[in-house]
């Protein structure tokens, strides 16, 4: 067995040990009101956090550069209360003309 597929059942039984061990610990207990909140900030959190260093960092260095230009304008499209897809389109467009003009 190569290093590659041991390296592939570690994390599969990693992974499914720790989505196993909430309803383990946790038990028929219902959670506090407090950690519902906390538990459902996380994913948008995450999310941001992708977003944020997927499109302004490079090798450790902060990088402006059209995929800013696309996130900027997907940003005002969705605060101006533009579909998700329009958006995403948008943003698209926006990415491709700045790639295209530099």
Do not use: C, N, Q, Y
Not at 34 to 61: M, S
């Amino acid at each position: 067995m190569t290093t590659l597929w041991i390296s592939i059942i570690s994390v599969a039984l990693a992974s499914a040990a720790i989505k196993a061990a909430g309803p383990v610990l946790v038990g028929g207990r219902e959670p506090s009101p407090g950690f519902l909140a906390v538990i459902k900030l996380l994913a948008p959190a995450l999310l941001a956090a992708l977003v944020v260093t997927e499109t302004f960092g490079d090798d450790r260095h902060l990088v402006l550069d059209a995929r800013a230009i696309g996130v900027a304008v997907a940003a005002v499209a969705l605060a101006l209360r533009a579909p998700v897809l329009l958006a995403v389109f948008l943003a698209a467009a926006a990415t491709a003309l700045a790639r295209a003009l530099a």
